[in-house]
């Protein structure tokens, strides 16, 4: 890993990119083209299950997130036939296993021991990220988790989505802003990489509100971010709001100002996993733009252009937060 993390910080000192990409940051590490699949181990969510909610967050419908959400295939034959596909579609050779859906720290470490250690079966998979909820780590499964760091690459991804707890109770979240600081410094205790996912829209946040929210986010130890807007999936508590026009959306022209706006505020080491997150359109009611990512993403580099920022242009940290190193 120490070459990886040289390697990475060659990336870091010569992107001329308005932001730094996850496909930079991967080709940094491994020369070449890595991709991504989402997978569903079978596990379920505490804001589902009854521990905290039968609910679920507001605008919680898994199957719109994944392709294999709740397909009950066995995880062994989600990777193969991912692979397979991905290899000749996009001719691609090495693979990061994405646990995807729902919340994939929730269970006994013997069980997440036996989920991950499904990768260990596939030599092309180079590494392993886990999605969670801020309330569903502790030292025993994160150690687990570091554990993988001597032959893969390993990040947990964090659902956070805002700072404020008042919008966080509104969507049913059901954990704060200070459940994340304990997990993220207790992840960061492991040296485990961290990206926190974020949803720019969400009812009741303001614009100044999502700005705190980067600036707030800006001064932590963490290493990546996912970006969402706020969409409706059907089957939800959010579409029944959205039919009552109880909720409006941000429109895409909104959320490309939003977004530079907060990537301006971020520091210029921290990895972009994603700018804007598709659904899948069989559960998607709005807004449909969502799925056009490839004019989202030109609008926002459009925008940065147009501004002559980048990430990081507004970052006021101390220097020693713009040196966080990756693995
Ligand atoms: S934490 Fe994730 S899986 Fe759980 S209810 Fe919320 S969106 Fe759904």
Not at 31 to 37: K, S
Not at 159 to 167: A, D, E, K, P
Request: glycine share 6%; aromatic share 10%; charged share 25%.
């Amino acid at each position: 890993m120490r070459e990886i993390t040289r390697a990475l910080r060659i990336v870091v000192n010569t992107m001329n990119e308005s932001f730094y990409s996850f496909s930079a940051y991967l080709r940094g590490l491994f020369g070449e083209r890595v991709h991504r699949i989402s997978l569903d181990a079978g596990f379920n969510c505490p804001n589902l299950d009854g521990h905290l909610s039968t609910a679920g967050c507001a605008y919680c419908n898994n199957k719109g997130f994944s392709v294999y959400a709740q397909s009950a295939k066995p995880l062994t034959q989600q990777i193969e036939e991912s692979i397979a596909y991905y290899k000749t579609k996009l001719k691609v050779n090495k693979f990061i296993a994405y646990f995807q859906s729902f919340s994939n720290t929730y269970a006994a470490k013997e069980v997440l021991k036996e989920k991950y250690d499904t990768i260990k079966k596939f030599p092309e998979i180079v590494g392993l990220c886990i999605s969670t909820r801020p309330d569903c780590v502790d030292s025993e499964k994160l150690e687990l988790i570091a554990s993988y760091q001597e032959k893969y690459l390993v990040w947990v991804e964090y659902g956070l989505q805002t700072t404020h707890n008042r919008v966080l109770a509104n969507v049913g979240r059901n954990h704060t802003y200070e459940d994340f600081l304990k997990a993220l410094a207790l992840t960061r205790a492991f040296n485990v990489n961290v990206g926190v996912h974020m949803i720019l829209g969400l009812p009741s946040a303001s614009v100044e509100d999502m700005l705190t929210d980067a600036e707030r986010i800006s001064y932590l130890d963490i290493q990546g971010i996912k970006f969402h807007a706020l969409h409706v999936f059907k089957d939800t508590a959010l579409e029944r709001q959205y039919n009552d026009g109880k909720i409006t959306l941000l429109n895409s022209r909104d959320y490309i100002t939003i977004l530079c706006d907060f990537l301006e505020r971020l520091p210029k080491t921290w990895v972009i996993l994603r700018l804007i997150s598709t659904a899948n359109p069989k559960y998607l009611v709005a807004p449909r733009w969502i799925n056009d990512k490839t004019k989202i993403i030109e609008g926002i580099k459009e925008e940065l252009e147009k501004r002559g920022t980048r990430q990081g242009s507004r970052y006021e940290g101390s220097p020693s937060h713009q040196d966080t190193s990756h693995r």
